[in-house]
């Protein structure tokens, strides 16, 4: 079993839509856990971490169940530049940071 | 601030060549350091990762090896490659192993083509 796995879509939405990212980790020592975003040809940029609490950053709302060892994207109001891949990152912290990216989720999203 | 350098950003080898590949990162001392890999159309795969001077983790066995000769420099090297390494490659930091939330941040990448 892969230790992050995610829907690789493509998610193909309208401009405005609002659109979901699921991701699951197996260990449950992850320690912390974020968002990036990776443009075609690009190297991965951070977008958010993922709080226990959940938490949110304009219309990205990241949530994590700790419980479920589940992990959720939520974009409202998708824009043209939302068009990318979304990867899910885990950090399996113990005696060094071992961080692991799932194989990501492709969203376009269309006029 | 902090920035990581990454060169040089193409390559074009030959089977049966050697490489090598190097990261800086200015700003920090003892980052945790990264090397990924990506084939085309493909997730992020984690090659190496180092919390200090000549400690390193491998994550998969393969032909490539990585080396952290100082605090801030990673160097991705290979005595032989083959047409399987061509990918993507990616140096990152974060912040120390007690930051256990800190997040990584990426040099540009290396887009190696292996012929």
């Known amino acids: 079993r892969k230790e992050v796995e995610q829907d690789p879509g493509p998610f193909n939405v309208p401009e405005g839509a609002t659109v979901a990212f699921n991701c699951t980790y197996s260990n449950s020592a992850s320690q912390s856990f974020f968002w990036y975003r990776q443009d075609c040809r690009k190297e991965p940029k951070l977008l958010m971490s993922?709080?226990?609490s959940g938490n949110e950053d304009g219309r990205f709302t990241a949530q994590l169940n700790r419980a479920s060892q589940y992990i959720s994207l939520l974009i409202r109001d998708s824009k043209l530049s939302d068009s990318a891949t979304y990867l899910c990152?885990?950090?399996?912290?113990?005696?060094?940071?071992?961080?692991?990216f799932g194989s990501g989720t492709r969203l376009s999203i269309r006029p | 601030s902090q920035t990581i350098h990454q060169w040089p950003a193409t390559l074009v080898q030959p089977v049966g060549s050697p490489l090598s590949l190097e990261c800086t990162v200015e700003?920090?001392?003892?980052?945790?350091l990264y090397w990924y890999r990506q084939a085309a159309g493909r997730g992020l795969q984690l090659l190496f990762y180092s919390v200090g001077i000549g400690q390193i983790s491998s994550e998969v066995p393969q032909n490539l090896s990585a080396s952290r000769p100082q605090d801030r420099q990673f160097i991705l090297s290979s005595k032989k490659l083959l047409l399987s390494d061509s990918g993507f490659y990616l140096c990152?930091?974060?912040?120390?192993?007690?930051?256990?939330?800190?997040?990584?941040?990426f040099g540009n990448g290396t887009r190696l083509t292996v012929t």
């Open positions: 700003g920090t001392s003892n980052p945790n």
């Open positions: 990152v885990v950090n399996i912290y113990s005696s060094a940071s071992k961080i692991i």
């Open positions: 993922v709080y226990s």
């Open positions: 990152a930091w974060s912040l120390p192993h007690n930051s256990y939330n800190s997040p990584l941040h």
